[in-house]
């Protein structure tokens, strides 16, 4: 009775629930969440790399100026072109149990095989993104540790200048602060977004007890989102005075936490 079950029910499950094909990759937009708020493109610039144009996390890397990220327990880099947090090593984790085996990539550059990054920006009422990921920053450090923040600068063709700071903590804790100026003649209507966006859909256990994907907390309120559900249902959209989004795998979450009064 016993192999009844088990196999009786692997051979149901297999037939009610055949595997899903994977649809192709789209870049979307994020939709305003008042009436009147603008209905930027955050399609990040360049599109999603074709199969071909696929590189190595190493030639990617190379390509673009970086300040180098090197705390306790990550390393790493935040590429200077659109002033992403794309390159996380968990240094304190590896992917076996083998001393020797590669430590936890968890954040990869757009141009690799699994893009998984952080990025903040800001976006006008006419829907034009600021400091985006065509948009090289300066920095006054080429090197981010637990000790001492990294100031950067990017200044628009209209004179908006925009200062960010990054600093993280002695564990895993990025803090991003924003200042803009308006140097221009004309008034600018700002609104800032942050995200962490992963490209493609990963691998996962899809064990019932484990939640793997989209989750956050809105008013108080944990939300788990499967990716089966996004496909299905497209966009899903909360709405929350503080809290915090991200997404989740296995081991490893990465989470936008803005201003909790806001």
Known sequence: ??????????????????????????????????????????????????????????????????????????????????SRIDDIVLVNYRETVEHDSREIHLLSPQGTTNPYFAEFGWVDSTGRRYGSADDQWRSNSTLLDSTAPVRLTWESDTGVVFRREFAIDANYMFTITDHVENRGTAPVTLFPYGRVRRVGTPEILDFYILHEGPMGVFDGTLAEVDYDDLREDGRITHSSTGGWIGITDKYWLAAIIPDQRE
């Open 1 to 82: 009775l016993s192999l009844l079950v088990l196999f009786g029910w692997q051979t149901y499950m297999d037939w009610a629930y055949p595997p899903v094909e994977q649809p192709a990759q789209e870049n979307g937009t994020i939709e305003p969440k008042e009436p009147g708020l603008p209905r930027p493109d955050l399609a990040l610039g360049p599109g999603v790399a074709a199969p071909s144009e696929i590189q190595s996390r190493a030639d990617v890397l190379a390509k673009t100026k970086r300040i180098t990220i090197d705390a306790p327990r990550v390393r790493g880099s935040i590429n200077l072109m659109g």
